[in-house]
């Protein structure tokens, strides 16, 4: 029996020969914006061994980025050709508030905060999680600390209901987060909701954040510069 093992020179030998793992590959890349190891470890095994063969077609065909790391994949388009399709029309992930743009780097700071004390890094098998307690109170305190005179405007309760509580159901949709069910018949608090920290938010960096912050501009700027879209 005769055994070819040179490797594929292109996706339509890549397609010749593995049609049945390329195509559900090809479809989770682009059913949502990120497409993680632990959706399914196989695929995501296969797209990390022939990564030069899909990141050339995605280049090729439709000029997008393949990014890949150890858990995570996604397709970076640079450019809407549709000029149709107004801004606001577009699925994307996006805040357009100021204070929700800075709860979302305020987000990322506490990410990285939790990773360095807790000395976990991206290489590890499980996924960082914590509280909705631990990020509120993070969040309410750094507000504290980024507007000193409106610390009776910023009470936790606006922090929570007005503002980090609105930026949730977009970080969860968009795959930054996730929440974790507690046990079958057990109550538990809102502060004591579990999130998985997903994958994607190591693909942002909040650099910005040591730099004086002009909240209106900076905030928005960031969201604006990282949002990548399938």
Not at 40 to 66: I, K, T, V
Not at 86 to 105: D, G, H, P, V
Not at 161 to 187: C, Y
Not at 196 to 214: D, F, G, K, V
Request: charged share 30%.
């Amino acid at each position: 029996m005769n055994i070819d093992f040179q490797r594929p020179r292109s996706m339509t030998d890549l397609l010749d020969r593995y049609r049945d793992r390329v195509q559900p590959v090809l479809n989770m890349l682009l059913e949502c914006p990120y497409f993680y190891q632990q959706d399914d470890p196989n695929a995501f095994s296969f797209l990390n061994r022939y990564q030069r063969e899909f990141s050339a077609f995605f280049s090729e065909h439709f000029g997008w980025e393949l990014i890949i790391d150890a858990k995570c994949a996604r397709v970076y388009k640079p450019q809407w050709y549709n000029s149709e399709i107004s801004q606001k029309n577009r699925e994307l992930f996006n805040f357009t508030k100021r204070n929700e743009c800075i709860a979302f780097m305020l987000l990322l700071e506490f990410f990285e905060h939790t990773l360095e004390v807790e000395s976990i890094t991206v290489d590890e098998p499980e996924n960082l999680r914590f509280r909705f307690g631990e990020l509120l109170h993070y969040i309410h305190q750094r507000f504290h600390d980024l507007y000193p005179h409106n610390k009776t405007e910023y009470t936790e309760e606006f922090v929570r209901a007005k503002i980090v509580r609105s930026i949730m159901p977009q970080l969860e949709k968009h795959r930054f987060l996730k929440k974790i069910p507690p046990p079958r018949d057990e109550a538990i608090s809102d502060a004591d909701t579990i999130y998985e920290a997903l994958p994607a938010l190591y693909h942002y960096n909040i650099t910005r954040l040591s730099s004086p912050l002009n909240p209106a501009s900076e905030a928005a700027d960031l969201v604006a510069d990282e949002t990548k879209e399938p």
